[in-house]
Nanobody
């Protein structure tokens, strides 16, 4: 059973930066895609970013493109989300997720991921 543990959330002013980390305990990390999602109060969990098994291919939601960067270190079984130029509308609980497949080309969203972390709160003040 894969366990994912997020960290790095917190309170930051608009325009600031945070770096989220997600550590995996499973042996399948390095051959699976990874993703980040977020869920604001009263809203559905939405896709933020995904990265393929090698780290060479990434995909972002339009709302974060150019501000967020997803990366991974397979030697450390860890995926990261660097968040810059944060806005109050980025406030949410952020979750990392393990993909069902190595690549992201055919991914459509939540159904493509089967293991989730417990989430980390990100709050951006105006």
């Amino acid at each position: 059973q894969v366990q994912l543990v997020e960290s790095g959330g917190g309170l930051v002013q608009a325009g600031g930066s945070l770096r989220l980390s997600c550590a995996s305990s499973g042996r399948t990390f390095s051959n699976k895609a990874m993703g980040w999602f977020r869920q604001a109060p009263g809203k559905e969990r939405q896709f933020v970013a995904a990265i393929n098994w090698s780290g060479l291919s990434t995909y972002y939601a339009d709302s974060v493109k150019g501000r967020f960067t997803i990366s991974r270190d397979n030697a450390k079984n860890t995926v990261y989300l660097q968040m810059d130029s944060l806005k109050p509308e980025d406030t949410a609980v952020y979750y990392c997720a393990l993909g069902l497949r190595p690549d992201i080309a055919t991914m459509t969203g939540k159904p493509d991921f089967n293991s989730w972390g417990q989430g980390t709160q990100v709050t951006v003040s105006s």
